[in-house]
């Protein structure tokens, strides 16, 4: 049998928050899964890795913005709806998770994919979805980002859409709508459908948010609902995150969660270092705390946590899909497998890279 964990410290615990269990159970070889702690149809289980090192290897992408060592500009050309440029200026690798929502430039945008970048790389292209459908003006830099991750489904089509389709050219405006600059030739066939067709179900999903938490900014625009300035989002959410923000043990080994909405697993973030998982912990836990909010539409909820059995279901599902594809990058290698009721994205550092051999980021979607 594993070893106990030490009691869970819970600081929503007046308000409904409780652990489950007081064992870890196996997930594989290294990786064990913790008691899961619940606030309203809200769970999440901790994830911890034998094997996991104390490092702080790699700069954030809010890090590097307020340092001045990460840059993100818009296309020189004038601006490309799905295509940006990032610049890491800084000594430490660069880590972008996918799902981030950059604030300002032409328009606010969604990150597509996770991007590692070494020391000193220069205008690296990534394929980014629009989040702010109303407005294409401003400036060319972007300063910061929002401080929610996306939703769930925002991040599945906005992968869906940046790894599978691996658009090699972006996307542009014009008067009308959006063109692919290499279409007329050819170039990258069926990408410019996939991208359009992704860029479509991010707008429509943001039009839902936007609604559901009765937010109606001016240019369309995402950021009020994930900054939680918007209609009610801020009320809605907020419990979840006072909740449950501090209620995950300090514990070294801890490099991500299994998350589930209404007793059923939707999400797991695992990264390869404890580290990471600390500093983008806070973003993560705002947006599951939203599809939360939006699932329970200001109703009272029954608890229903993560169970082993449904986590290791849901883990299962997603990596041994039969359906693969391989995104490889500069600096970034993706790879996608898709089971019949969940995706994975596993992203870590392209082999004869300055960071070969390193694993980054596990995320596992339901569909």
């Known amino acids: 049998m594993a070893a106990a964990l030490p009691a869970v410290v819970c600081l929503g615990a007046l308000i409904g928050c409780r652990a489950t269990s007081a064992e870890e159970v196996r997930l594989d ?70 799902g981030e929502v950059i604030l300002g430039g032409q328009q606010d945008r969604c990150i597509g994919k996770d991007l590692l970048l070494k020391p000193g790389a220069k205008a690296v292209p990534i394929t980014v979805f629009c989040v702010e459908h109303g407005r294409w003006s401003g400036t060319a830099s972007f300063t910061g980002s929002a401080k929610t991750l996306a939703s ?77 300035t918007g209609g009610n989002s801020g009320a809605s959410v907020d419990p979840y995150v006072k909740a449950l923000s501090g209620a995950l043990p300090a514990d070294k080994r801890l490099v991500g969660v299994v998350t589930a909405v209404d007793g059923k697993v939707v999400a797991a973030d695992v990264f390869g ?66 089971g019949r009721k969940a995706v994975l994205y596993r992203s870590g550092a392209s082999a004869g890279g300055a960071m070969a051999g390193k694993a980054v980021h596990e995320n596992y979607l339901a569909k």
């Open 273 to 338: 270092e404890p580290a990471l998982f600390r500093k983008l912990w806070p973003k993560l836990l705002r947006s599951y705390a939203s599809d939360a909010a939006e699932a329970s539409n200001g109703k009272p909820a029954p608890a229903r946590p993560v169970t082993p059995a449904s986590a290791r279901a849901f883990l299962a599902e997603a990596a041994s899909g039969a359906g693969k594809a391989v995104d490889r990058a500069a600096d970034t290698t993706i790879t996608r497998l898709e």
């Open 152 to 228: 769930q489904t925002i991040r599945l089509s906005a992968q869906d859409g940046a790894v599978v389709a691996a658009v090699p050219e972006p996307t542009r405006t014009r008067p009308g709508g959006l063109i692919n600059r290499n279409q007329a030739s050819g170039e990258a066939a069926g990408s410019y459908e996939r991208i359009s067709r992704r860029q479509t179900d991010v707008w429509a999903a943001v039009a839902q948010k936007n609604a559901r938490f009765k937010a109606a900014p001016a240019s369309g625009t995402y950021r009020e609902v994930l900054q939680g």
């Open 29 to 98: 070889a290294n990786r064990t899964l913790g008691a899961a702690v619940t606030f309203r149809n809200l769970s999440v289980a901790p994830v911890y890795d034998s094997r996991a090192v104390v490092a702080d290897t790699y700069t954030t992408l809010d890090e590097g913005l307020k340092a001045r060592t990460v840059t993100v500009k818009e296309s020189p050309q004038g601006g490309d709806v799905n295509r940006l440029y990032v610049s890491n200026l800084g000594k430490k690798p660069v880590y972008i998770i996918g």
